[in-house]
């Protein structure tokens, strides 16, 4: 099955729209680089060649909004290009209220090459450096969607992105493999393999997904929400198939309601910081507690090493109380000779206050965080 099940994933997964649906020119008026066959052309939106390190030239187009603080960058499906794209993204720009970066894979549109796996990844990776050196945009400001084949490389760059304000996965596949068998476990040969990669994403993701898909089950969708580590409330649309969800109310209405919500939120870079700074005081607080503690136990300590000293001292004094009693024998004896008992009394005197002083100094002692695979895999 292994190389027979392979040849079938790398054949199914790629259908770029032959002839595509565009062409690309340079305007000789502003020498800048326009889209053939794309009625109604806008000014806001950059139309830009970019090399990937597979050696590949691709076609992405840049579509700006001035109010944006957020950008999207949209991997599409299986079986389209930017020409049959353009509107959709401007208008996702426009009501999003977003920046939008789209391109086409290696093979796709007027991109050169040939489509695989590893090339959708250098393809995702030349668009997003794009954003960066061109743009000056920031990993926290970028949001990537992956829409069903484009899920595959949208997830293997997330991985990569630690920082990355958030994901979008709209008819998500689990892996190449999975959408033509019901495979329990991930293989070799297998391709996309964004069941193992999803749980490697730690910014929110938001996963949409039609209950009547024909190509890619819901199941996908679903078992993928349930891996996410940061869960946004997903969005199965009851009736919607593979290709018309951008058609429901409701596929507008949530998006809106995610960007909103990221816009309000603040980026994963200020929450780290945040928690690091926590982390950091946490430590010094217990540093403290722990200096302050050793502290009072060297004050415990030092009585301790007072009451021994003053116990030899009593205890010499016990001696001499010991010595002085005696003395007093011997001074009873020779009482009528001498005549001078009073001064060992005055001794066995100091003993006694000796002793009580060192009582009472004892006692004041305080112890104290995939149009994925446009075509159906019923030939297969």
């Known amino acids: ?20 649906s565009y062409g690309i020119y340079v305007e000789a008026s502003s020498g800048r680089m326009r889209m053939s066959n794309i009625v109604h052309q806008r000014e806001d939106v950059d139309v ?10 691709i076609v992405a187009m840049y579509v700006k909004n001035t109010s944006a603080s957020l950008t999207l960058l949209y991997s599409h499906g299986n079986a389209a290009d930017l020409g049959q794209m353009y509107h ?27 489509a695989s796996e590893q090339d959708t990844y250098a393809d995702i990776e030349a668009a997003y450096q794009c954003l960066e050196e061109t743009y000056g945009l920031k990993e926290e400001d970028i949001i990537l969607y992956g829409q069903s084949v484009g899920s595959g490389p949208t997830l ?50 938001l996963v949409i997904h039609g209950t009547e898909d024909e ?10 929400w349930e891996l996410c580590k940061e869960k946004y409330e997903p969005l199965w649309l009851i009736g919607g198939n593979h290709c018309n969800l951008e058609l429901f109310p409701e596929y507008l209405r949530h998006l809106r309601k995610f960007i909103t919500a990221l816009e309000k939120l603040p980026p994963l870079q200020i929450i780290k910081s945040e928690e ?34 003053k116990s030899r001292l009593s205890t010499d004094n016990r001696e001499k109380s010991r010595t002085s009693i005696d ?22 005197e100091r003993a006694r206050n000796s002793f009580d002083r060192l009582g009472d100094m ?9 149009d994925c695979l446009k075509q159906t895999v019923l030939e297969a």
């Open 1 to 20: 099955m292994g190389s027979a099940t392979s040849s079938m994933a790398a054949k199914l997964a790629f259908f770029p729209p032959d002839p595509p």
């Open 48 to 57: 830009l060649k970019l090399s990937t390190k597979r050696g590949n030239e």
């Open 88 to 114: 959709i993204f401007t208008e996702l720009s426009l009501h999003l209220g977003v920046n939008l970066m789209g391109y086409d894979y290696s093979g796709y549109g007027q991109s050169s090459g040939k």
């Open 156 to 205: 293997e760059l997330a991985t990569r992105l630690p920082m990355l304000r958030a994901v979008v996965l709209h008819s998500p596949i689990l892996s190449g493999l999975r959408v033509m068998y019901p495979v329990k476990r991930t293989f070799w040969f297998d391709i996309y393999k964004n069941i193992d990669k999803i749980p490697q994403v730690n910014c929110p993701i």
């Open 215 to 224: 190509v890619v089950d819901v199941s996908h969708g679903k078992q993928l």
């Open 276 to 309: 690091s700074r926590e982390q950091s005081e946490n430590s010094l607080i217990a540093t403290d507690q722990k200096s302050r503690a050793s502290t009072e136990q060297r004050e415990k300590s030092r009585p301790s090493t007072g009451h021994r000293e």
């Open 327 to 348: 003395k007093r024998e011997k001074s009873r004896r020779s009482m009528d000779r001498s005549g001078k008992p009073r001064n060992s009394t005055d001794q066995s």
């Open 362 to 370: 004892v006692r004041s002692v305080g112890f104290c965080n995939v």
